[in-house]
C-alpha cells in the first residue's frame, strides 16, 4: 500500500533534495504540501502533483489522510513543526539537526510518545553505500581480530565551496519575501552571544558526530573529553571517547574549491577510511579506502553494491520502507539526542574558555 505523504517547506533542501527523491519513489502518494508562502505553495504543488495545499504545518496536521510527512525549514522552526507532526500521530522524517537544545529534543520525543508518530533524522551519511560499506569492514575486523585492535578515529571536515557540486536543478521561486525565522531556542544555560556560533557548529558536525558513533557502533556511549575550538566557536578540534575509542573531530570552514572532508577509523595492523563526494554530488557514493598492515601491506578500494546511488535517495527508500513494514529506523530521535547532548557538552566547556 502507498504511503500517504505530506511535506512542510518549499525552500532549497525542500525542492531540490527530499521531495523529488520522495516522489520518485513508486510507493509514495503526494497528499498535501504545506507552505507559508502562497505563490511558491501552489507553484510547488502543482509541479509535483500534491492534492491538497496548506498555509500551516498545523492544517496539515489535522489531515487524517496523511501518514508520513516530510520537514525541512529553518534550524529554529522545524523542531516544533516536527513535534507537533509527532504529537498528531504523523510518522516524521527531518532534516537535521533534530533540535537546538537536548530539552527540545526531549519534548518532541515525548510529542511522539503522545501521539504515536515516529521520527527519522535525516543523518544522510548512514545510508551512503559506501559508508555502509566502510561499516562492513569495520564490524568484521572488529569480530575477527584481523586487523588488531581498534584504537582511533578521526573525522576531517574543512569543508569548502562545493558542497552544492554546482547544484543546476529547477527550484521554483515567487516574488514573495521569505519569512523570517524566530530566534534559535538555544539551551537554557547557554550565554546569548554564544548562541549563533553553537548553531552553526551543530548544523554542520552534527553528521560528523552522528557518522562517528554509527561506525563505532556506540549507541549512547559516547562522550566529550576535550575541546579546543577558536574564537569563531567552529575552527580547531574535539576529542571523544566514542565506545571505548579515542576519536577527534577536525573542523574548519575553508575557501578550497572542491569539499573536503573524510573519516578514518584506524587499527592496530590498518585502516578504514570513507571520503566524502559534494553533499549534492548524485550517483556518487562515499570512496572507501582499506589499508592492511602487517605482512600483507595492502591498499584496496572496495565498492559498493551498487556503484552508483545516492545517499539522500536511500534515506527517503528507507523511510518509507520503514514507514511501510513498522521497522525501526537507523536514525532514529531516541539515538539522536546523544548526539544533541555532546554539542550541549562541546559549547559547556568551549564558552568556559572563553570567560
Known sequence: ???????????????????????????????????????????????????????????????????????????????????????????????????????????????????????????????DAGAQLARQYIDEFRADDSMGTLFYARNHGFCGRQWDAGFRGRIETADEPRPEPGPPRCPDWMPEKHCGAYVWYLQQYTHNVNLLRWFLDAGDDARVTAVDLGPDGYTGVVVFEINGVRAIIESANTTHFGWDMNTQVFFENGWVKTTSPPLLLDNVAEAVEVYRGGDIQQISHPLPDPIHSWCYRREAEHFVECVQSGEPFRSTGEDTVTDIRMFEDIFRLWTESQA
Open 1 to 127: 500500500m502507498a504511503v500517504r505523504f505530506g511535506y512542510v517547506g518549499c525552500g532549497f533542501v525542500g525542492q531540490g533534495v527530499h521531495i523529488p527523491n520522495f516522489l520518485g519513489i513508486p510507493e509514495v502518494e503526494p497528499v498535501a504540501l504545506a507552505e507559508i508562502r502562497p505563490q511558491l505553495g501552489e507553484k510547488v504543488q502543482r509541479r509535483w502533483g500534491f492534492r491538497k495545499l496548506y498555509r500551516s504545518h498545523l492544517e496539515l496536521a489535522e489531515d487524517s489522510e496523511v501518514e508520513a510527512v516530510g520537514v525541512s525549514a529553518a534550524f529554529s522552526e522545524q523542531s516544533a513543526i516536527a513535534r507537533d507532526l509527532l504529537r498528531a500521530g504523523k510518522h516524521v522524517f527531518m532534516e537535521k539537526p533534530m533540535a537546538l537544545s537536548l530539552a527540545e529534543g526531549e519534548e518532541m520525543l515525548a510529542a511522539g510518545q503522545e501521539g504515536g508518530g515516529r521520527l527519522m533524522v535525516a543523518y544522510m551519511k548512514r545510508y
